[in-house]
């Protein structure tokens, strides 16, 4: 029977809540399929780097190295500057690692109410392929004179060729396993250098891919069409912040970002990808014991889909469909409930058992 060997990284706040859930769950759909996750959890985050000064070692990427995958829970404490956090343990795992792909898709799920009239269960169905090593996530500039009249802050974005290209390939061809329309969101009547050669990347990688059709939209405009007419949209193609962007808007008009999953992918398996839902820490939340934890167990989905276990990823998929479709069926707050974390757990698992 094959093992899988996953890094669990609860973090933060409400990380913390969710991943146990989202572990259980795992654990539970493992009894009936034929195969084994081996669960190792590393305690790094913002309480460490208050005790010891480090949000993870400096050896932590070689430590997570020979893993299948790694999941994540949240990172962001009120008590420490999200600068600092992020470029401690998120973001250099997402860029060392080359996690190129951020794959987030968004449904509205049966027995969900929108919050935009007019919509049902599965008539918003989108994914978006966020880019996710570069662009304006890269850590490159200064600042200089501090606190000075003149004080100057540079922050550049880098776009290359490879980066873009690789990413904008992928977004195709999941377009082609899907229902066949690519949106391209940029902002290239303003960033002339970086989102034009976006631009004409898309148009070149469009040449192989004729059965797609390919659309255009301008980051404002794309964030107003979210909110307008959310159904017309297929997969979505993004740089590292307006991906950043759109996903919670997508998140938030599919419901909530409680509900929300999320890969950060290395398709050639060069490395571990990393799995963590949409959302973050929660600050506002944490402690409450009323975070919802379905985003997390759909991301644990999206991880089992990795690992090479569809049936066990369709489960799980299938549990959580048939929770939300259920009219007396526990709900967190954000989905307008008052059920807890726990309780929402425990009755997914009943969705899960046969
Ligand atoms: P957030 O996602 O933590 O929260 C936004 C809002 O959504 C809050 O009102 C929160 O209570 C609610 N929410 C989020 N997840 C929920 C869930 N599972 N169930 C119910 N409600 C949920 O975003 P924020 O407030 O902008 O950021 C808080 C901290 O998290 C910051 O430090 C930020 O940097 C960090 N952050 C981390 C990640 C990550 O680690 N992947 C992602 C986003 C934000
Ligand atoms: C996300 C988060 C992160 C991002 C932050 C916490 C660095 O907002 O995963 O969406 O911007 O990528
Ligand atoms: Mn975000």
């Given at each position: 029977?094959?093992?899988?060997?996953?890094?669990?990284?609860?973090g933060d706040?409400?990380?913390?809540?969710?991943?146990?859930s989202?572990?259980?769950v795992?654990?539970?759909?493992?009894?009936?399929?034929?195969?084994?996750?081996?669960?190792?959890?590393?305690?790094?985050?913002?309480?460490?780097?208050?005790?010891?000064?480090?949000?993870?070692?400096?050896?932590?990427?070689?430590q997570?190295e020979?893993?299948?995958?790694?999941?994540?829970g949240?990172v962001?404490?009120?008590?420490?500057p999200?600068?600092?956090?992020?470029?401690?343990?998120l973001?250099?795992?997402r860029?060392?690692?080359?996690?190129?792909?951020c794959k987030?898709?968004?449904?509205l799920?049966?027995?969900?109410?929108?919050?935009?009239?007019g919509?049902t269960?599965?008539?918003?169905d989108?994914?978006?392929?966020r880019?996710?090593?570069?662009?304006?996530?890269?850590?490159?500039?200064?600042?200089?004179h501090?606190?000075?009249d003149h004080?100057v802050?540079?922050?550049?974005?880098?776009f290359?060729?490879?980066?873009?290209?690789?990413?904008?390939?992928?977004?195709?061809?999941?377009?082609?396993?899907r229902?066949?329309?690519?949106?391209?969101v940029?902002?290239?009547?303003?960033?002339?250098?970086s989102?034009?050669?976006?631009?004409d990347?898309?148009e070149?990688v469009?040449?192989?891919?004729p059965e797609?059709?390919?659309?255009?939209?301008?980051?404002?405009?794309?964030?107003?069409?979210?909110?307008q007419?959310?159904?017309?949209?297929?997969?979505?193609?993004a740089?590292n912040?307006f991906?950043?962007?759109v996903?919670?808007?997508?998140?938030?008009?599919?419901?909530?970002?409680g509900l929300?999953?999320?890969?950060?992918?290395?398709?050639?398996g060069?490395?571990p990808?990393?799995?963590e839902p949409?959302?973050?820490s929660?600050?506002?939340i944490?402690?409450?014991?009323?975070?919802?934890?379905?985003a997390?167990?759909l991301?644990?989905?999206?991880?089992?889909?990795h690992?090479g276990?569809?049936?066990a990823?369709?489960?799980?998929?299938?549990?959580?469909?048939?929770q939300?479709?259920a009219?007396?069926g526990p709900?967190?707050?954000?989905?307008?409930?008052?059920a807890?974390t726990?309780?929402?757990?425990?009755d997914?698992?009943?969705w899960?058992?046969?």
């Amino acid at each position: 029977m094959v093992t899988h060997e996953i890094a669990v990284v609860p973090g933060d706040g409400i990380g913390n809540e969710v991943t146990e859930s989202a572990m259980t769950v795992l654990k539970a759909i493992t009894e009936s399929n034929n195969f084994d996750i081996e669960l190792d959890t590393f305690d790094w985050g913002s309480q460490r780097y208050l005790n010891e000064g480090e949000m993870m070692p400096e050896d932590g990427l070689d430590q997570l190295e020979d893993f299948d995958s790694v999941f994540l829970g949240a990172v962001g404490h009120p008590d420490v500057p999200d600068h600092i956090t992020l470029s401690g343990l998120l973001l250099p795992i997402r860029k060392g690692f080359d996690q190129y792909i951020c794959k987030r898709p968004n449904v509205l799920f049966d027995g969900i109410e929108s919050p935009l009239r007019g919509y049902t269960g599965n008539e918003i169905d989108l994914v978006v392929y966020r880019e996710n090593t570069e662009g304006e996530y890269a850590d490159v500039g200064g600042r200089e004179h501090r606190n000075q009249d003149h004080e100057v802050a540079i922050q550049s974005a880098t776009f290359t060729r490879r980066g873009t290209e690789r990413i904008v390939r992928r977004a195709f061809e999941a377009a082609v396993d899907r229902d066949g329309h690519l949106t391209s969101v940029t902002k290239s009547n303003v960033q002339t250098y970086s989102m034009v050669l976006w631009d004409d990347i898309v148009e070149e990688v469009s040449e192989e891919f004729p059965e797609v059709t390919v659309e255009r939209l301008l980051v404002d405009r794309a964030a107003m069409d979210l909110v307008q007419r959310p159904d017309k949209f297929d997969v979505l193609v993004a740089s590292n912040l307006f991906g950043d962007i759109v996903t919670d808007v997508a998140a938030a008009v599919t419901g909530s970002l409680g509900l929300a999953p999320s890969g950060n992918i290395n398709p050639e398996g060069t490395h571990p990808s990393m799995f963590e839902p949409v959302h973050g820490s929660a600050p506002d939340i944490v402690g409450e014991g009323t975070a919802n934890p379905l985003a997390s167990i759909l991301t644990g989905a999206m991880m089992l889909d990795h690992l090479g276990e569809p049936d066990a990823a369709t489960e799980v998929r299938r549990a959580v469909d048939e929770q939300l479709a259920a009219s007396d069926g526990p709900r967190t707050p954000d989905l307008g409930g008052t059920a807890t974390t726990d309780i929402v757990t425990e009755d997914l698992l009943d969705w899960i058992r046969p």
